[in-house]
């Protein structure tokens, strides 16, 4: 029988590597001295580089519905920290450096978490969605990203009205798998993140107009069966736009996706 790692022994073990995990990351940043992003303003930055809503409650599989409420709770708390954060020239924003903890404590509730490739529940779950927006919004700017985990090779829910390219998701946890980008231009960038009804809102916004644009899509996108496994497959690229002209200046691939697929599903065409 192989040996179980630490982490693995008892809950206990588990919630001691968690914490040292923490506690090394917290000494990198301070070694790196790195300047993050933390001046908030409600005054809005002119110009609008790009804005994205994204559906809050959604039927997952046989997720908990009550999970999904709680992360709308869960994700009202954490924009309130970040809403109208500016990055100027040289600063790094990290989600977790402006959000910290999500304990109950805090407020936060029971939501949906992956762990090991599998749907669970945990205090806080469900903030995933807010670094996927960011994200996205991000790849739609000449910003750096710096920080970005994917969720390991998984499709784990089926596509359900899918607005956004797959494998363009983010994972998230306390603060060893951060989201982080670094403002390398000499433009001041400023994000609002809102919660509003059913939807989490965004905009990323700017002191001057941007150069480019991007265009971010998916290309050759299929399903295939390996073994006793079906995988997804395909490729997400990011093309980058003159705006005076309209020319493609460069396309960019961005994501390869192998994902194994952990829903139910059929392959047209199979017998």
Not at 109 to 125: C, V
Not at 215 to 222: D, Q, R, V
């Amino acid at each position: 029988m192989k040996r179980p790692l630490f982490c693995e022994i008892c809950p206990f073990t588990y919630r001691l590597s968690i914490e040292k995990e923490i506690m090394k990351r917290n000494i990198s940043d301070l070694m790196a001295g790195i300047r993050f992003a933390k001046e908030r303003t409600d005054e809005q930055l002119p110009f609008m580089v790009y804005r994205h809503n994204s559906l809050i409650r959604r039927r997952l599989g046989n997720v908990d519905m009550q999970l999904q409420e709680n992360k709308a709770t869960n994700l009202a708390l954490a924009v309130s920290h970040i809403d109208g954060v500016l990055i100027r020239p040289g600063e790094t924003f990290s989600l977790w450096k402006l959000v910290g903890r999500t304990t109950a404590s805090r407020g936060y509730k029971e939501g949906l978490t992956i762990a090991k490739g599998k749907p669970g529940s945990g205090i806080g779950g469900g903030l995933c969605q807010l670094s996927n927006l960011i994200h996205w919004m991000v790849l739609h700017s000449d910003l750096t990203i710096t920080e970005h985990h994917h969720h390991d090779g998984l499709d784990l829910f089926p596509d359900h009205g899918r607005q956004i390219p797959f494998g363009t998701g983010t994972s998230i946890s306390y603060n060893y798998l951060d989201y982080r980008f670094r403002n390398d231009t000499e433009n001041t960038y400023q994000l609002f993140v809102k919660v509003d009804g059913e939807y989490l809102c965004g905009e990323l916004r700017s002191v001057s107009t941007l150069e480019h644009s991007f265009h971010i899509y998916a290309e050759g996108e299929h399903f295939v069966r390996e073994g006793d496994t079906i995988y997804r497959n395909g490729q997400v690229y990011r093309d980058t736009i003159d705006r005076a002209t309209g020319e493609h200046i460069d396309r960019q691939l961005i994501r390869t996706n192998h994902a194994k697929v952990m829903y139910p599903m059929e392959i047209e065409g199979e017998k």
